[in-house]
């Protein structure tokens, strides 16, 4: 009884005073896996005590652990990952979720996985997450259609971060990651959006052979809403961010208003992040000396530039930022 009413006493009162409840806006990063999203996410993470959230709306991730039994309960299921429309219930249970992170909730997700600190550039897992962060950064890779519907009820700091489809297209499929695009393909409140000649397009594509083509359809798919929401966001250009990491980090900082060194968030970007276990040997040697041509330029050794189902691809889907033929964005 002495117990329980301790326990109570704990909950109500003692918890309120220990448990930092962020109160900075949220800082959402939508990108398409192989982006760019995961280095970005821990330098912004670096120039303050951010609580840093990796593919929150990622259903399958840890399924034998308490935050992915936490996600199988919360998180809408889809046959393939992206989440594109949501019932009123499935909704319900979203925005409980991610409520609950910006209470300062579910500190167990922290213990093991997704929670990383900053200190001097290097970053340390913490199973005391909650006294640290005043912010939370949400990483999205499953969720880039639901943009109207977070900014709506979140009101976040939203950034963008695109990559050039082939590059992004070729990294997933080195690394043979499944694709995305059934769940836009069926989606009938998606498919609506779409010209006939881009869902006739998508579907034959995807009813092909070609993996670097599906892989070019889905990110096309991926990031058809965000390139034509009207929410606000910065958009910030993979290329840009290697190639001129000091000054479009600064852009980052002043847009999201993140305290703290914005050398911290540079150093991040000076080591492989720790997704760069899918990358070759070549890829990480030329991150450590700053080869950025060499990153950036090199799926253009592996890809036919002058393959006209992939001029199709970028012409049907109004390709404003990327063509086939440059590495570089034109906008």
């Keep these: 009884m002495i117990v329980n009413f301790l326990k109570g006493t704990f909950k109500g009162n003692l918890y309120r005073l220990f448990v930092c409840v962020p109160f900075m806006k949220p800082i959402f990063i939508y990108s398409s896996r192989r982006g760019g999203s995961t280095i970005l996410a821990q330098s912004l993470a ?9 593919q929150p709306f990622t259903y399958h991730l840890f399924p034998n652990h308490k935050s992915g039994k936490v996600r199988q309960a919360f998180i809408p299921k889809r046959r393939y990952r992206s989440i594109i429309s949501m019932n009123d219930e499935e909704y319900s249970r979203l925005l409980k979720y991610l ?14 996985y997704l929670y990383y600190l900053h200190k001097g550039g290097q970053s340390f897992r913490s199973i005391f997450a ?8 949400f990483k999205i890779a499953d969720g880039l259609a639901l943009i ?19 590059a992004q297209a070729l990294s997933v499929v080195k690394n043979q990651w499944g694709l995305t695009s059934k769940s836009y393909l069926e989606d009938e409140l998606f ?13 034959e594509i995807m009813e092909g052979k070609n993996p670097f083509h599906k892989a070019v359809i889905n990110w096309f798919l991926e990031n058809f809403i965000l390139l034509r929401t009207k929410m606000p966001y910065l958009m910030v250009h993979y290329e840009y961010l290697i190639s001129d990491t000091y000054n479009q980090l600064t852009r980052i900082k002043n847009y999201t208003h993140s305290p703290g060194s914005l ?22 040697e030329a991150i450590q000396m700053s080869k950025v041509d060499y990153l950036l330029s090199k799926w253009m050794e592996e890809v036919d530039t002058g393959d006209p189902v992939l001029h199709k691809i970028f012409e049907v889907f109004e390709s404003r930022y990327y063509t086939p033929v440059a590495f570089m964005p034109v906008e």
């Design 130 to 137: 909650c006294f640290f962060t005043n912010r939370v950064i």
């Design 148 to 166: 109207d519907l977070m900014t709506e009820q979140f009101k976040p700091v939203n950034i963008y971060l695109l990559r050039h489809p082939c």
């Design 191 to 203: 498919t609506k959006k779409l010209s006939p000649a881009q869902l006739s397009l998508a579907n």
């Design 263 to 284: 050398e911290k968030g540079l150093q991040v970007f000076k080591q492989p992040s720790y997704s760069s276990s899918m990358s070759t040997n070549e890829s990480k």
């Design 46 to 54: 670096s120039m303050g005590a951010c609580r840093y959230i990796d």
């Design 99 to 112: 409520k609950k992170f910006l209470r300062g909730g579910f500190a167990f997700f922290d213990n093991k």
